[in-house]
């Protein structure tokens, strides 16, 4: 079992940056590839970015790529969404999922390949 717990979310003007992170409990969160999801009001949820077992590869939506960092550090147990250059359009509740294997992302793209989720953190930029 492993539980996932976002936090950094916030209030941030377009321009800004935040910086998500995900806490797992758990002793085999190396066994996961971790992704971001986001869902905004009135839409479903997508994937924004995932990140392999190893952290040696990520994979990024093209709405964000050059704008959203994913990395992970397995010894605290934590993955990060860096989040530069937001736009309004970024608005959503983000969430933090983890697929047991290797889980790319094709795999992502797939809700119910995810294990596990996070209860999710809003991320609100205004204009």
């Known amino acids: 079992q492993v539980q996932l717990v976002e936090s950094g979310g916030g209030l941030v003007q377009a321009g800004g940056s935040l910086r998500l992170s995900c806490a797992a409990s758990?002793?085999?969160?190396?066994?996961?590839?971790m992704g971001w999801f986001r869902q905004a009001p009135g839409k479903e949820r997508d994937v924004v970015a995932t990140?392999?077992?190893?952290?040696?590869?990520?994979y990024y939506a093209d709405s964000v790529n050059g704008r959203f960092t994913i990395s992970r550090d397995n010894a605290k147990n934590t993955v990060f969404l860096q989040m530069n250059s937001l736009k309004p359009e970024d608005t959503a509740v983000y969430y933090c999922?983890?697929?047991?294997?290797?889980?790319?992302?094709?795999?992502?793209?797939?809700?119910?390949?995810?294990?596990?989720w996070g209860q999710g953190t809003q991320v609100t930029v205004s204009s």
């Open positions: 990140i392999s077992r190893s952290g040696g590869s990520a």
């Open positions: 999922a983890a697929v047991e294997g290797m889980g790319g992302w094709s795999t992502f793209r797939s809700e119910n390949s995810v294990n596990y």
């Open positions: 758990g002793r085999t969160f190396s066994s996961y590839a």
